[in-house]
């Protein structure tokens, strides 16, 4: 992955400032689950949050419980990445 296709700082801070403005709920959800999953892609896991490499059993369950769940309630794009996580 190369600079250019990592996740900006810049244009995170600016999406979440328009956010702030006030927008309606589903472009809040459809921004973080974009905003994480471009920092993810490019390694910036502090970018995303949590996902720093740990493998220990409680994140491994947690992983797995999200998987299931989002199997349960039909979000499919959210389990390659998932899946990734937990192999």
């Known amino acids: ?9 810049a244009a995170l801070a600016e ?12 472009n809040h959800l459809w921004f973080y689950c974009y905003a994480m999953q471009a920092a993810l892609a490019a390694g910036e896991y502090g970018v995303a949050g ?22 349960r309630v039909g979000v499919r794009m959210a389990l390659p990445a998932l899946e990734r996580a937990i192999a």
Do not use: Q
């Open 1 to 9: 992955m190369t600079t250019e296709d990592r996740p900006s700082r």
């Open 50 to 71: 949590r996902g720093r490499g740990r493998r220990d059993p409680a994140t491994l369950r947690e992983l797995r419980r999200l998987a299931d769940e989002a199997r």
């Open 15 to 26: 999406g979440e400032e328009v956010l702030g403005k006030g927008a309606v709920s589903h």
